[in-house]
């Protein structure tokens, strides 16, 4: 059933993910400050002292929103958040995640479970972060708690979207959902500069490291320098000529420009897949919705039950 | 790496994060340092009733710190006045965070400023060693381990 997966798996992501990550870390930092508005409302919607995991904290931007709570971030890059009081930051893979089972007051996983290529590895991640979460009868906590009904962790996952009609990036309701989207960085010393004032007011004790490694960068929403359309389907890649999809070397110098292009993988969910995913990973949604591009659902594990064992593939087509 | 995290960590093998035996994990040739933060007594008092104080306990001693107390330490110790009842509350927080403890500014210390900067994490129930550099502890597995 993973075959007609074309080959997708660890390894690809490791290729059309993971590399790419590292290379373009900086600009990630530089230019996705913001929070997403559900995602700050779920985290100042803990109470103090709440324990939680940001699975795939990337640069840590989340880390900031509540200082009241405590968060382990993981990301499996090798270089991962810089230092955000109180929390803290471990490299760990997002399916292999090194934390006690049901013992979670929270997680939350921004832009991360998209990445997975394979529609049993979407599921087994949603898994691995439902499987920390306190459970509602009271997870692991021993018989002297006192008889008031604890409720189970839960969980804000959040993904792109596939409807985007209102992106420019075209996708919408039919379209294929893996999708490869370039980024083009290029050398270019005032957007650099830029960037650095930005994020020197935004997270001054981070900006110098974060963004040392890579000059000036931008993602490309229109067509590429590159390539002459802005996504291309994983299953068109082999079919096309343009340079940035070269499986040798994913990264491609433009012709005459500083540039180069990076091919990023992406599964986008259609709606109601996340909540698809969820139940079959052994959650129950609580919430979920739609916001600019990308859907939405917080989440509790199923009381008294482990996930099951086994899982329905979840089919795309 | 803050030993108030390693409370909330264990081994990444699927096998082990179900038993006893890998957690806590054991620090060893582990290299400490101290990363002055800001005193924050609400935190510190939130989190305290999370920690899983023998895990705690035993990391300390492993790491050559000061040896704790058998149990965990009282809320009432934390602060150097009682907490007045919840309709002023705003005000108990206000005067609680005038009047943190020696005990309370030692758990600080100890959960949220001394950190490992290098060293290993070691699963007490398969050998596994997992290290740290720069703080950073790496959980990323060799495929044959997964
Ligand atoms: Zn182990």
Redesign the pocket.
Known sequence: MATDDDGRGEAYETEYVHTVYEQIASHFSSTRYKPWPIVERFLKSLRDGSIGVDVGCGNGKYLSVNPNVFIIGSANLARIAARHEPHSSVVADNLSLPHPLASFDFAISIAVIHHLSTPLRRIQAVRAILELLKTASGGTGSGSQPAETETGGRALIYVWALEQKDSRRGWDEGHEQDVMVPWVMKSNNKANHKNRQKNKAEHREHSDHLSASVSGMHTQDGPSKACSDSQHSVKEKQDTSCAAHDNDSQQATSDSQESKTFQRYYHLYRKGELEHDIAEAGGIVLDSGYEKDNWWAVATPVVGTSAPASTNLYRTS | MKILTLNFLT?A?KA?KATNA?FPLHPRDAELEIVETDLNPLFIRNILPRIEWDALREICVELGLPTLPDAAPEPAALFAEPIVPADTMQDADEGAEKQPTQLLQDLHRLLLETTIATGKLV?G??G?EYAVKEGIANFLLPSHLV
Do not use: E, G, P
Request: aromatic fraction near 0%; glycine fraction near 0%.
């Open positions: 081994c093998r082990c890998a699963c129930n398969c596994h």
